[in-house]
């Protein structure tokens, strides 16, 4: 395991056999899904887009990964980003 710092945001990056992160599990929605949502709608937060699709209201672990994709539009992350 890898910690580097990009940005202000850690990111940790696991060496091998790791699950890419690709969904709000606790709303059952891909980012994927809400890219297309936020696209579709002109969205460039987290708080607009909850109030059109809602997610990530539980245990918020998407939510760092929802700001990036609202970033650079990536949808699967092979590293896990912690605010
Ligand atoms: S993974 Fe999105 S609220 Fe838990």
Not at 16 to 22: F, I, K, R
Not at 28 to 33: A, E, I, S, Y
């Amino acid at each position: 395991m890898v910690t580097i710092i990009q940005n202000g945001t850690r990111v940790v990056r696991y060496s091998q056999n790791s699950m890419a992160v690709t969904r709000c599990i606790c709303s059952m929605v891909t980012f994927r899904q809400l890219k297309q949502v936020a696209q579709e709608n002109g969205i460039t937060t987290v708080d607009e887009l909850q109030r059109v699709r809602p997610f990530g209201l539980s245990c918020k672990l998407c939510l760092p990964y929802v700001r990036q994709m609202l970033k650079d539009g990536t949808t699967e992350f092979e590293h896990s980003i912690i605010e």
